[in-house]
């Protein structure tokens, strides 16, 4: 957080599985709707944080075929891990908070006891949380059961239900609405509170995130109704949350519009730039804006016209340089003719572009550095390169010129056949 100069912006808490993410939506269009939107606009100033049922393992899986945005903060596990930034770096202090007055074993003890609870696979079992799947016929009965045995023996525990399937055993102190209020107190001493946040989610375990006060808040269509019947027992009078009517990220780009909390057109709703009336200047969304032309040039789903080849050439500056992650260099006018010439090679095939991590830095009165990941998928293939680019405006018009592009494989995403890589 400490790359922000400022109070957050905006803050958006987001639950992972379907609410950030749509397992019903293979082409994942909704979140790529997000990540262009969150990039060109939000990135540089505000925090994207992830609020997520899943173990810091099915998460990773998660992120691993999922075309998922690096979050600035991830709450795992229900509410009991807290990590910062890409490296995930563990919260301790949490931790010790939330060791007060919890006794794991006998939690375990005392739930093996129920047969109709069967445990969750191992990764799922963490410091502060114990889980297991029960069928929703018995849910109610089991919980009242459960509750009342771990009651008596003065332990200090939560129980929360969720999707009609998982039920998770954790400090009183733990779940999301209590981790998101901890990190808010956190950013109080620090003079950083964010300017808005919006919580967002579907079902049973994200309820306490709506009842954090002077939060926004946004039940996806697809909610659960587990937490639409919690919303209408115990917040249909608050004006601040909203059921949207559009499904998962769709739903968050929705509450942003409908709360007025900052731009809410994802530059991937624009059909053709040349045309568009958005009035925004800068270089976070200069390369999302390009990088989303360039994927509608390789499926051809642009025109193939001498004024759009024109118009690229005159953004490229010729002299400057492109250097491949292979670390072949080649002039910027060169570039120019590749790209005329992958006109359309992506036609009809599942290729997507999106970009992560976009920061900026003004290196000079009319130059900027702009950092980001840029990633690509052919269906299964995934690759992503560390790309820096360094970006002039021109004299008096509002456009910029590529002076220079490098990009470097990350870790682990390179393409065997480095051919199959441009840009
Ligand atoms: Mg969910």
């Given at each position: 957080m400490d790359r922000l100069n400022g109070?957050?912006?905006?803050?958006?808490?987001?639950?992972?599985?379907?609410?950030?993410?749509?397992?019903?939506?293979?082409?994942?269009?909704s979140l790529l709707r997000f990540n262009s939107l969150w990039e060109a606009y939000y990135r540089q100033v505000s925090l994207l944080v992830y609020s997520t049922g899943r173990s810091p393992t099915i998460y990773k899986q998660l992120r691993k075929v999922k075309p998922l945005l690096t979050p600035d903060i991830t709450i795992m596990s229900v509410g009991t891990e807290i990590a910062y930034g890409e490296s995930m770096v563990s919260d301790s202090d949490w931790e010790h908070c939330l060791n007060l007055n919890w006794n794991r074993d006998i939690v375990f003890q005392e739930t093996a006891k129920f047969?109709?609870?069967?445990?969750?696979?191992?990764?799922?079992?963490?410091?502060?949380?114990?889980?297991?799947?029960?069928?929703?016929?018995?849910?109610?009965?089991v919980i009242k059961a459960l509750s009342e045995r771990l009651e008596k023996?003065?332990?200090?525990?939560?129980?929360?239900?969720?999707?009609?399937?998982?039920?998770?055993?954790?400090p009183?102190?733990?779940?999301?609405?209590?981790?998101?209020?901890?990190?808010?107190?956190?950013?109080?001493?620090?003079?950083?509170i964010p300017l808005n946040s919006l919580v967002c989610g579907d079902s049973g375990n994200d309820a306490e995130l709506f009842t954090i006060p002077e939060v926004y808040g946004v039940m996806v269509s697809n909610a659960q109704e587990e937490l639409l019947q919690w919303h209408a027992e115990n917040a249909k009078i608050n004006p601040n949350i909203f059921h949207s009517s559009e499904r998962c990220a769709s739903g968050i780009i929705q509450a942003i519009g409908k709360f007025t909390l900052g731009p809410n057109v994802s530059p991937r709703d624009i059909s053709d730039f040349g045309k568009c009336r958005v009035n925004f200047f800068s270089p976070g969304y200069e390369v999302v804006k390009f990088y989303?032309?360039?994927?509608?040039?390789?499926?051809?789903?642009?025109?193939?016209?001498?004024?759009?080849?024109?118009?690229?050439?005159?953004?490229?500056?010729?002299?400057?340089?492109?250097?491949?992650?292979?670390?072949?260099?080649?002039?910027?006018?060169?570039?120019?003719?590749t790209i005329e010439r992958l006109y359309?090679?992506?036609?009809?095939?599942?290729y997507q572009i999106w970009?992560?991590?976009?920061?900026?830095?003004?290196?000079?009165?009319?130059?900027?550095?702009?950092?980001?990941?840029?990633?690509e998928?052919?269906?299964?293939?995934?690759?992503?390169?560390?790309?820096?680019?360094?970006?002039?405006?021109?004299?008096?018009?509002?456009?910029?010129?590529?002076?220079?592009?490098h990009q470097t494989w990350l870790d682990g995403l390179e393409a065997k056949d480095q051919s199959v890589w441009f840009l």
């Open positions: 109070p957050p912006h905006l803050m958006i808490v987001s639950d992972l599985d379907f609410t950030m993410v749509d397992h019903e939506d293979p082409e994942n269009l047969s109709l609870l069967i445990p969750q696979p191992d990764t799922e079992q963490r410091p502060h949380k114990v889980s297991f799947f029960l069928e929703k016929p018995n849910s109610s009965e023996l003065k332990l200090d525990v939560k129980i929360i239900y969720s999707n009609g399937t998982a039920l998770d055993v954790l009183k102190g733990a779940g999301k609405g209590q981790a998101l209020a901890y990190l808010l107190r956190k950013f109080k001493a620090k003079g950083r989303l032309f360039y994927e509608r040039w390789r499926r051809a789903e642009v025109e193939k016209s001498d004024q759009i080849l024109q118009n690229l050439k005159s953004s490229f500056y010729p002299l400057g340089t492109f250097v491949h992650p292979c670390g072949t260099e080649q002039p910027m006018n060169k570039c120019t003719d359309g090679d992506k036609r009809g095939k599942q970009l992560d991590r976009v920061l900026t830095s003004q290196v000079g009165s009319d130059v900027w550095l702009v950092k980001f990941d840029k990633w998928s052919t269906g299964e293939e995934r690759y992503c390169c560390l790309t820096t680019v360094l970006l002039t405006t021109k004299q008096a018009e509002e456009s910029f010129t590529w002076m220079h592009i």
